[in-house]
């Protein structure tokens, strides 16, 4: 009876080791599948940061060319403005020496 009752212990810790190591291996599988789904989710975050990042670098070129552009105009505009003021001013300093000289 006492070797039945000390089989008995002993296969129920050959079974609570065995338990013990299917858990371990369990939750082991468990933390590295929750690691590679974090890894994962990290790269799609970085991703997807990446590509907005991309949009809006290229939303800013865009706008920046056409403020660029609209610079660009309002300076050659202005430039021309005062090339024609020039060309008046210089026609009437000519015509008044021209009619200084002669007066």
């Known amino acids: 009876m006492a070797s039945e ?3 008995k ?3 129920a810790e050959a079974s609570s080791e065995r338990r013990n190591a299917e ?3 369990k939750s082991e599988e468990i933390v590295s599948d929750a690691q590679r789904k974090a890894a994962i989710a ?3 975050r970085l991703s997807d940061a990446n590509a907005e ?3 809006l670098r290229e939303e800013v070129r865009k706008k920046a060319a056409e403020h660029s552009a609209a610079a660009e105009k ?3 505009t202005t430039l ?3 090339r024609k003021r020039a060309k008046d ?3 009437k300093a000519i015509k008044a020496i021209i009619d200084g000289f002669f007066a």
């Open 80 to 82: 021309d403005e005062i």
């Open 74 to 76: 309002e300076c050659q």
């Open 23 to 25: 858990a371990r291996q």
């Open 9 to 11: 212990i002993l296969e």
């Open 89 to 91: 001013n210089s026609e």
């Open 42 to 44: 990290v790269q799609k």
């Open 5 to 7: 009752t000390v089989k």
């Open 53 to 55: 990042a991309a949009g």
